[in-house]
């Protein structure tokens, strides 16, 4: 099963709502905005998901191979692979069956250009009703048990990242066991210019990794 890992890892390497989401930063927004691969990602992830033919989900797209499952972020439900409590959710399923099969480890990576762009602020924002009290307690929950899932597992987590991780997206690679990254790779954590809290339990693991000053 060795040289299927290795084969599914170099394949991963080659391939305004209100003024609250308009803070992002001039690279990211640039990034966003002025991509010129979209087509080629939705023609992409399009071709993914008609050859696979188990474990069909919405936003992910789950191989069983030699030895490994492979869980590849490639969300219909949000832009750039953003997270929200439907694709979190999928996840969570695809690692908790990851956990009770006969997989050694999991690969987890992305389709398209893009590895992961963090929170999916648009949608919730949109689900901020009258009660938002009530709806962030609902938001805090669903992040909270997503990077639960991750500290939890007791297999080896490999992330490959073949693009951006922004925000949360970076955040969980901490919580992995091995993490490579192509040339295309980038990470950006904008909590400040959100006026978020660091999620992933970052707070944490990154002065532990960076050391302090970074």
């Known amino acids: 099963g060795t ?7 170099a394949a991963n390497g080659t391939t305004n709502i209100q003024t609250s989401v308009t803070g992002v930063s001039a690279s990211k927004r640039r990034f966003i905005d002025d991509r010129r691969d979209q087509p080629f990602d939705k023609r992409l992830r399009f071709s993914v998901r008609q050859t696979e033919s188990a474990y069909r989900y919405r936003d ?3 191989r069983k191979q ?3 499952t492979h869980i590849l972020l490639s969300t219909k439900s949000s832009e750039n692979n953003s997270l929200n409590p439907e694709v979190m959710k999928e996840v969570q399923s695809a690692l908790n069956t990851a956990a009770a099969d006969d997989s050694k480890l999991v690969l987890f990576s992305a389709v398209g250009s893009i590895f992961c762009c963090g ?6 924002i949109r689900r901020l009703t009258d009660d938002r009290k009530k709806e962030s307690t609902k938001m805090a929950e669903a992040i909270r048990n997503f990077v639960n899932t991750f500290i939890q597992f007791k297999k080896p987590i490999i992330v490959a990242v073949n693009g951006p991780a922004i925000g949360l997206g970076a ?4 919580l992995c066991d091995v993490v490579w990254a192509n040339e295309k790779a980038w990470f950006q954590t904008p909590y400040t210019t959100f006026g978020q809290s660091p999620d992933g339990c970052s707070s944490l693991t990154f002065p532990r990794i960076m050391g302090l000053a970074s």
């Not at 955040?171 to 901490?174: F, K």
């Open 66 to 68: 030699d030895g490994f």
């Open 171 to 174: 955040s969980i690679l901490p």
């Open 3 to 9: 040289s299927t890992f290795m084969e599914a890892l």
């Open 119 to 124: 929170l999916d602020f648009i949608y919730f």
């Open 60 to 62: 992910i797209v789950v």
